[in-house]
């Protein structure tokens, strides 16, 4: 029988992963091609021969997603496979209506296809909508199990924005390994902070791979989510971060609105800043799907050094890039701490942008009046440089989690935006990490007791792992019988 002709949208990240856990080996299908949108300059690439496995001698093409009807017709596609995030429910299904009028089926494929067991505990971190403060909740989670002696390992969502093949199992254990690899601002961005505090980040394209890697060193593996994605291995624990800024996003995206269904611990963060009506609106829609949810109330507050150059002054504030570009935020922590400090007026850079900037503007509109950290490549950030230094300001507040002055020079005062997770009031995280993996308990907001052994217990996980069962594991609480949970498989 002849093989299925596939094709996978994706912006490199999960569409190299759903290729190499469901269909490289699978001998009913031939991925003639991907797609790429989000990131610039990812298309016209070679998805490598050497990743791709033997039935793939030349590699598999990269292309531009706005050829998919003329690609769906000169591959003779059958199946169209979305994979990517943070696009709007309305967004997929025009895409979907795309492929069903060029005569392909549209599909997503779901958790029990594409996601690694591993050995080792798993707490995966992943939100809603990008920017809503996942990464300060990773570095919260991370701390709290440092502190109580375990080996605590990042896995990072995957960003291979240079070359493919050498960025296949990737470890950052020091600031000379983002030079060695010539990380990217946005790389930067969520690998230093974790480094600084001593603990190693994994990222790359072969996922199986860098688990069995991170197996070795870790007695925990947090799982550092992108966009709004949903994780690559199978989570223990699942803490989704949703913000009441864009409160109703929660159930408008994909597959943030999976993310929220699914988790067992939703963090409600950026409550000092939005309103308690919008609070409270986020909270009843959380419940409304996931009833047993445990809702952790959070702030991020901001730490600004030299915040005195500030006040009476023009500042250019440098907000973090995927935040304003799809996570659609029209501020950030830089404009909330110009206007703390006192900032005379916000410059707007667009008539300084450098040419390689300016498609920025144009496809992210509401940006307005704030610079996005772009640095996807050397290109890319010598733009940044240069539109910095050409506009008319006073001090530039770099509101992003890397300092932008280690890579670029800039020739005005300038001052650092730092923020992490605060909880406020209880439960906290933690009181939700007590004893994990071990058998402790915290009330959901239903009053329902959790109980936690290798599987949050208390109700299912939504991802459900269904007929891959290895065996079952037993979880005994002193006061109650045992109950069996189901067990994943482990990919080896």
Known sequence: MAKKNVLIMGAAGRDFHNFNTFFRNNPDCQVKVFTATQIPDIAGRVYPPELAGPDYPRGIPIVPEEDLPRLIQEYDISEVVFSYSDVSHEYVMHRASTVLASGASFTILGPRATMLKSRKPVVAVCAARTGAGKSQTTRRVAAILNERGMRVVIVRHPMPYGNILSQACQRFGSFEDLDEFECTVEEREEFEPHIERGMPVYAGVDYERILRSAEEEADVIIWDGGNNDMPFYWPNLLIVV?????????????????????AHVVVINKVDTASGRDVERLRESILSVNPHAVIVEAASPIFVDEGGLIRGRQALVIEDGPTLTHGEMS???GVIAAKRYGAAGLVDPRPYLAEGLRWVFEKYPQIGTLLPAMGYGTEQLRDLEATINATPCDVVVIATPVDLRRLIKIDRPAVRVRYELQEIGRPTLNEVLQGFPGYTEIKGEDGRRRERGEHWEGRELHFDAGGDIEGDVKVRNETEEPRDRTRQRSVE
């Open 331 to 333: 501020f950030g922590a």
């Open 242 to 262: 949703v913000d009441p800024l864009r409160a109703g996003h929660e159930l408008l995206y994909h597959p943030g609105e999976a993310n929220v269904r699914a």
